[in-house]
């Protein structure tokens, strides 16, 4: 049963910092690639970072290149999104999803997600 689980969200600062996470189960995160894409009211899903299978490549929307860092964890079978620097334009709920383009580019042609994360952050 393929299911992905986002955690880690909350509140934070501008400045501040959130480490999010994926629980996958139902396949390895080494055989897949992994995307985080956010959603706000209003407004269509955008992508944010995804990585490949066998980690090949990583990849961020230029919004938040240089502050967030995805991860993985095969052993745990986990990804991870570390969110450095928050702004309150970051504000959404944040999805993890298989890429079925495996990080060769954002798209919104991910597989399976389930349910997100509320991150919000304050000026």
């Known amino acids: 049963d393929v299911q992905l689980q986002a955690s880690g969200g909350g509140l934070a600062e501008a400045g501040g910092s959130l480490r999010l996470s994926c629980r996958v189960t139902?396949?390895?995160?080494?055989?897949?690639?992994i995307g985080w894409f956010r959603r706000v009211p209003g407004k269509e899903r955008e992508g944010v970072s995804c990585i490949s299978e066998r980690d090949i490549r990583r990849r961020y929307v230029s919004s938040v290149e240089g502050r967030f860092i995805i991860s993985r964890d095969v052993a745990k079978n986990m990804v991870y999104l570390q969110m450095n620097n928050l702004q309150p334009e970051d504000t959404a709920v944040y999805h993890c999803?298989?890429?079925?383009?495996?990080?060769?580019?954002?798209?919104?042609?991910?597989?399976?997600w389930g349910p997100g994360t509320q991150v919000t952050v304050s000026s």
């Open positions: 999803a298989t890429d079925v383009l495996d990080c060769r580019g954002f798209h919104n042609s991910y597989g399976s």
């Open positions: 139902g396949f390895t995160v080494d055989d897949y690639g």
